[in-house]
């Protein structure tokens, strides 16, 4: 992988004229010339845009939120339906203002139209809907909230914001840190008072919109705060101690292993060697104890996940650390945070939202998962491969370690193939065989479906029929996955006068560019290094020979990023197609984008590409 962070560089807006008095407006002051606005100036492409945005926030106390957008055309109207994430909500006041015979109509959203949904048990959401809402249109909302915690704010939206001011007050004893996203660069400046910080920001851009990111608001521009005692130092070493005092977590792994020794003593008998210990104990994790589908970073109480067998994914992963520990293997927990979460920026408490188990063997560090019974030794889900993790050592000590994947998963596919002229199709076998992360992911995906299966699937192809199909290992976590099965193309095959035409990829050819965005500023993600191999024989009819062959292609991209190979041969009265896709990186800098949309470019003309037999004469 190459390792880097994106930094999103934005121009800095001169600051000099700035005066927050001046900028601070009261509910309802909307101007004409507002009203009169077409678009924004800075960016005319957007169809909304936050004029002014003021939050006054005392920590863990009350939360005062004054919103004004601008809707220049119909696709802004989105922006008019509201929902309000807060309980405790305090003098809601909202409206929408047009402009009307040269004058400024307001409409407010009355009792009737805010409405109250119980999400959850603890939870309620407040929903509201702007009323008359045009092309044109400003909608204004005003509120205050009650006994509220939060940890981060957003200073970035979907829309660009004109005026922005932040100001975050700590009414608590000690110390309150506030930070902002590192890798995102901003126009706005912060004042730090004696017990207040302040953060104004004018033509804030919008989050862009793009595919292949692995969590977009690792890239949005957010304010972090974290409540802690006076004098305390918010370092990686203090985050680890924190851990490792924790009933629910360190001292969990302190506690003795009678419930299970004998279980594990007939388990491993005379088994010596290192790895197959660890690998023994993994598996007898994975399938004894029953994972409830839930998630967490910790666990109340270890030995009862043994006795119960059944826990979440905190309770087993522990255990597995202490079970590993017990017959003397390096074993430590490592915390996590998913995909979801978003990457780790500072050394805080709950910058992890989950623990897995790693383990040291002749030098190599392995990571475990001992909840999903699907994972081999050493694979834990792609949903956990988030950029580093802290390792928790038994000392208290630890190790902020850098999560990522090198080994490639693969798609091997081997089809032989016969055109048969009548129905003018193609029809053989094919064998593949998925490694690694491809193999999880069939195993993951074919486990949860309920009603379709593979060979369903398979047969949801256009014109694509499948019989006969047999697979070997899908149970088996720590091998390949091998399938085999015959299959029929209708109408595979095109016959204009006494030639025929065919595509060279049967079904794994690419119809159009997935990468077909016009400017990238985030970075790729594929998720895992690949490779894709195709190799395609195709039988030659009686009475027929090759006219034209699309041409061979070798395409690479920098560092070694990804290379792509195409090559027809023929032998006799067979033609063989090989293709490969191969990508040793799988987080991509954007900068790579155009090479990235170029190889693909080419995937697809090679897709659409065409071998011509012309009858002999």
Same mark, same amino acid.
């Given at each position: ?376 030794? +050493?694979? !834990?889900?792609? /949903?956990?491969? $988030?950029?580093?993790? %802290?390792?928790?050592? &038994?000392?208290?000590?630890? #190790? ?27 029809? +053989?076998? !094919?064998?593949? /065989?998925?490694? $690694?992360?491809?193999? %999880?992911?069939?195993? &993951?995906?074919?486990?949860? #479906? ?43 095959? &095109? ?123």
């Amino acid at each position: 992988m190459i390792h880097f962070k994106l930094v999103v560089v934005v121009v800095f807006i001169c600051f000099q004229s700035w005066s927050v008095a001046g900028q601070e407006r009261k509910f309802g002051d909307v101007t004409i010339a507002e009203l009169e606005e077409k678009a924004d100036e800075v960016f005319p492409e957007v169809p909304a845009a936050i004029l002014y945005r003021d939050i006054d926030f005392a920590y863990g106390n009350a939360l005062k939120v004054h919103e004004r957008i601008k809707i220049y055309n119909s696709d802004g109207f989105e922006y008019s339906d509201w929902i309000i994430r807060f309980d405790n909500i305090r003098g809601l006041k909202a409206a929408t203002y047009n402009l009307v015979d040269g004058k400024i109509e307001t409409v407010k959203v009355s009792k009737d139209g805010i409405f109250k949904e119980e999400v959850s048990e603890d939870e309620e959401i407040s929903k509201l809907t702007f009323p008359r809402v045009t092309k044109g249109s400003i909608i204004e909302i005003k509120y205050k909230v009650t006994f509220i915690g939060l940890s981060e704010f957003y200073s970035q939206s979907s829309l660009p914001i004109k005026y922005q001011r932040f100001k975050i007050y700590n009414g608590y004893s000690g110390s309150l840190s506030i930070r902002q996203n590192q890798y995102v660069k901003l126009p706005i400046r912060r004042v730090d008072e004696a017990t207040s910080s302040l953060f104004i920001g004018e033509d804030i851009p919008p989050l862009n919109k793009e595919n292949f990111v692995t969590n977009v608001n690792n890239h949005r521009g957010k304010i972090l705060m974290q409540h802690h005692g006076t004098g305390y130092q918010q370092t990686w070493s203090n985050v680890a101690k924190s851990y490792a005092n924790a009933e629910w977590f360190g001292r969990q792994l302190k506690k003795g292993d009678a419930l299970y020794k004998k279980d594990l003593q007939q388990l491993l008998k005379d088994e010596a060697d290192t790895l197959a210990i660890a690998k023994k104990i993994d598996r007898y994790v994975k399938e004894t104890i029953e994972w409830d589908q839930g998630y967490s970073r910790g666990s109340e109480y270890v030995k009862t996940i043994y006795r119960d067998k059944k826990g979440d994914s905190g309770d087993i992963n522990l255990l597995l650390v202490h079970m590993l520990r017990s017959v003397g293997l390096k074993a430590d927990p490592i915390l996590v945070a998913t995909k979801r979460k978003g990457w780790v920026m500072y050394p805080q408490v709950n910058a992890f939202n989950m623990v897995l188990a790693t383990i040291k063997i002749n030098g190599k560090r392995y990571l475990l998962d001992g909840s999903q019974k699907n994972a081999a030794f +050493g694979q !834990v889900p792609l /949903r956990y491969i $988030n950029d580093k993790g %802290l390792i928790i050592f &038994e000392d208290g000590s630890h #190790l902020l370690y850098p999560i990522a994947l090198k080994k490639q998963s693969a798609i091997t596919s081997i089809a032989n193939a016969t055109l048969n002229l009548e129905e003018l199709s193609v029809s +053989g076998t !094919v064998k593949r /065989r998925l490694t $690694n992360y491809q193999a %999880l992911n069939h195993r &993951e995906f074919y486990q949860d #479906l309920k009603e379709e299966t593979y060979e369903e699937s398979l047969n949801d192809i256009d014109l694509f029929e499948v019989e006969n199909l047999e697979t070997k290992d899908v149970d088996n976590p720590d091998k390949p996955i091998s399938i085999a099965f015959d299959f029929t193309h209708s109408d595979y095959v &095109e016959k204009i006068g006494e030639k025929l035409y065919f595509e060279p990829l049967l079904i794994w050819g690419l119809k159009e560019n997935k990468f077909n965005e016009e400017n990238r500023l985030y970075p790729i993600d594929l998720e895992y290094p690949s490779t894709l191999k195709y190799i395609i024989n195709y039988t030659i009819p009686d009475g027929y020979a090759i006219e034209s062959l699309p041409e061979a292609k070798m395409v690479k991209m920098e560092e070694g990023i990804s290379a792509l190979q195409f090559n027809i041969q023929q032998r006799a009265n067979q033609l063989q197609v090989i293709f490969s896709l191969e990508f040793k990186h799988y987080l991509i800098p954007a900068n790579y984008y155009p090479a990235l949309q170029a190889l693909y470019g080419e995937f697809v003309k090679i897709s659409k590409s065409k071998i011509v037999l012309s009858k002999i004469k």
